[in-house]
């Protein structure tokens, strides 16, 4: 049963420097119980995409529909907007130093949370529901902890704490937006560990919103690889680690140092992402793409599909029997470099191998032409 | 599995490599911070016992990886051997040099050869300076080239880096993070030295970024016959960049030894949760593997757990582990260099994930 629906989302900001197109026609769907990947470097457009549904980005100019059970996040008012925030779909923030409010005591702000949904809750109510959640959570003689302050909190207490909150209102969707980021890794296990638990149990769907594609191999089964504020690549988890199609996703694979795409030595993207200001023309990664030929150039991609079930999609013009890490889907994509690649798309290609020694740009030897 | 008696021996530094190979020789290392009462009279209450009896080795050319979490001291035995903060006990030997405690003075040349790149690039640039001079401060300060010939030498080393010399006049927030990294870097470079000191040096950029930089380090510790004292949290980055690890938890080395023994086979409790806790970018992996979920948090340094300082939340802990402390010591079957400080050590094939005591459970 599909949850959440977005469609053709985009969300731009003025500033003074011009309009920042931070997300730029995105859709995809939620299913209850489901877990969401949405993978992306810094200003990729995931955390706006997100906040912009609970309508927490003020003053961004919104298009396009998101329907959560039927209704549409971006027509509610805030009134509307108040009861499905915490109590239909939760947030959890990175970092929960930030997010709890340092002068309450962790139990009054976890009650706080159930009492401005539920006026019928008393004080004493609300706190005896907050120790429930705090154990739930996993913290420590919880109903003495309740009255502590954020500070007198571990670093993986406070996101227990954030999580604890999440929960309180039983919503059918969590978005976690980094929730294990500024935790260590022992910690970082245990919180996944937690979420994943919680979730059976109660049937939530979750967004997790990550830079780590670690974490998303761990608890997604859908991702998305978000690139200068559109979907780059959609896929099942297995799909998107062992037979990615677009460029960004392998590269961003071959830049781990942990994963099976990745050998001996690192092989970087070059460049940096582009200003959200000042795209590039066509597809929006040619500037730093191995692969770029000159349809890249001139028209932008858009989602297609690149597996027979239709549930693989790709923002790609290489063929779309090209996707993969065998040698077979290497030559394929060299092949359609050589053919399509004109004057144009070998000088952009020519300036990316120049970047930085070792990038891996088809038809021209990176580490010569780097030095 | 039998018990191993503590070695009461001097702490092994866990190489066996010829003098002349080392370039770095921490031995016995204490770093405490008192812990002072507030007020006019400021009692001294505690200690922060950061560091504890660290001893290790940094060959000369090679990288030493040093993983551990939030408040393992990683961060301050590096500032010991830097030679930035003065040592509570314990002897810091540079290039056959003790440099333990020495006076700014008798400190400013082995400076030189010991140099330093920052986790954040965003705060470890002055954004008032242009790059140009932020690069040459070293050339200034050891007042070794001036003029032209200092600005020929920036633009190199800028070119060195992967950064473009035209950019000589620029400020550092019209770089990138990935580009700032590079800044630090050509400003740890610029008197040639012979240790760079890495803290979390790519922490703070995004993946496709990393690789850069971790390629560009590998690049320049060949080019130049660096060493590295590498400091990180991420697993998978240190196992990428170094020839040894040492695993560092509440002060403490708790095991150390060539790179691929730590990460194959971990025999501290300690190394195999955290190689079992590292996000693993690959499903399969991911699916089949067993975490080890630690109980609990790190307790803290100012009073730290009696004998094993992991035993309250090791899987494996047992009466003895609370009461005596372990020593350093190569376990059954491991070459000598790799040592740990456990009186129950893993054994091949071991399910600790068994053992699993989740404190939400």
């Known amino acids: 049963m599909t949850l959440l629906e977005v469609r053709d989302l985009h969300v731009s900001f003025n500033t003074a420097d011009g309009v920042v197109q931070a997300v730029r026609g995105v859709s995809f769907d939620v299913d209850a119980g489901q877990t969401l990947g949405i993978v992306g470097e810094s200003g990729s457009g995931k955390t706006v995409l997100t906040q912009t549904l609970l309508a927490l980005t003020p003053g961004a100019t919104v298009t396009g529909s998101a329907t959560f059970e039927g209704t549409d996040l971006l027509d509610m008012t805030e009134d509307q907007m108040r009861h499905v925030r915490g109590e239909r779909i939760s947030v959890i923030f990175q970092d929960p130093l930030t997010s709890l409010h340092p002068l309450y005591r962790v139990g009054w702000q976890v009650a706080e949370m159930i009492r401005a949904h539920d006026k019928s809750v008393s004080k004493k109510e609300g706190t005896e529901r907050a120790v429930e959640l705090l154990r739930r959570v996993g913290i420590p003689r919880a109903e003495q902890r309740v009255n502590d302050y954020p500070h007198q909190f571990s670093g993986g207490m406070r996101q227990r704490a954030m999580i604890a909150m999440a929960l309180a209102l039983s919503p059918r969707l969590i978005i976690a937006d980094e929730p294990t980021t500024a935790l260590d890794a022992t910690v970082q296990a245990q919180i996944l560990d937690l979420l994943l638990r919680l979730q059976q149990e109660s049937g939530t769907a979750l967004i997790m919103i990550t830079h780590d594609l670690g974490v998303v191999a761990d608890i997604a089964d859908e991702v998305m690889v978000m690139y200068a504020g559109r979907a780059a690549e959609k896929a099942s988890k297995r799909d998107v680690f062992y037979a990615p199609h677009h460029p960004y996703t392998k590269g961003l694979l071959e830049s781990i140092p942990s994963s099976s795409a990745a050998g001996d030595r690192l092989i970087p993207i070059p460049g940096q992402p582009p200003s959200l200001i000042n795209l590039p023309s066509g597809c929006k990664f040619h500037p730093r793409c191995g692969y770029v030929f000159d349809r890249c150039l001139t028209e932008e991609p858009v989602l297609r599909p690149v597996s027979e079930d239709g549930t693989h999609t790709s923002a790609c013009w290489l063929p779309v029997e090209a996707a993969g890490l065998s040698e077979k889907a290497e030559e394929l994509r060299e092949e359609t470099v050589r053919e399509g690649r004109g004057e144009a798309a070998a000088a952009v290609a020519e300036a990316a191998a120049a970047d930085i020694p070792g990038v891996a740009v088809v038809g021209i030897d990176g580490e010569g032409a780097a030095q | 599995m039998s018990a191993v008696p503590a070695n009461t021996g001097p702490a092994s530094t866990g190489t066996e490599i010829p003098e002349s190979d080392v370039l770095v020789r921490v031995d016995n290392v204490t770093k405490h911070f008192p812990v002072r009462t507030s007020g006019l009279i400021r009692r001294t209450i505690g200690q922060v016992q950061a560091v504890d009896d660290v001893s290790l080795v940094i060959p000369r050319g090679k990288t030493l990886g040093v993983v551990g979490e939030t408040g393992s001291g990683k961060s301050t035995l590096a500032r010991c051997i830097a030679g930035l903060i003065p040592v509570t006990a314990g002897r810091v030997t540079f290039d056959g040099r003790d440099i333990t405690n020495l006076s700014r003075r008798a400190m400013q040349p082995v400076r030189r050869e010991v140099q330093m790149i920052f986790q954040d690039p965003y705060s470890s640039l002055n954004p ?234």
């Open chain 2, 128 to 361: 008032r300076r242009r790059v140009g001079s932020i690069i040459g401060d070293p050339f200034a300060i050891h007042k070794t080239a001036t003029g032209a010939e200092r600005k020929r030498q920036i633009q190199e080393l800028m070119e060195r880096v992967g950064l473009n010399p035209e950019h000589y006049n620029r400020f550092p927030a019209e770089f990138s993070g990935g580009q700032r990294q590079r800044i630090g870097v050509a400003r740890a470079l610029a008197l040639r030295p012979k240790l760079i000191i890495c803290d979390e040096p790519v922490s703070a950029l995004d993946v496709s970024i990393q690789a850069q930089v971790l390629n560009l380090l590998t690049d320049l510790q060949q080019d130049y016959g660096l060493s590295y004292l590498f400091i990180a949290h991420d697993l998978e980055v240190v196992r990428h960049v170094s020839d040894s690890v040492a695993v560092m938890y509440l002060g403490r080395i708790c095991e150390s030894g060539p790179e691929g023994d730590v990460y194959g086979s971990p025999r501290h409790p300690y190394t195999a949760a955290l190689l079992s806790a590292a996000p693993a970018a690959d499903p399969d992996t991911a699916a089949s593997r067993q975490r080890i979920i630690l109980t609990g948090d790190v307790p803290s340094p100012i009073d730290p757990p009696s004998g094993c300082r992991f035993h309250p939340r090791c899987p494996k802990a047992r009466p003895l582990c609370g009461e005596q402390e372990p020593q350093l010591e190569a376990k059954a079957g491991d070459p000598a260099s790799h040592v740990t400080a456990c009186h129950f050590p893993v054994v091949a094939g071991e399910d600790l994930a068994a053992a699993y005591r989740s404190e939400v459970a």
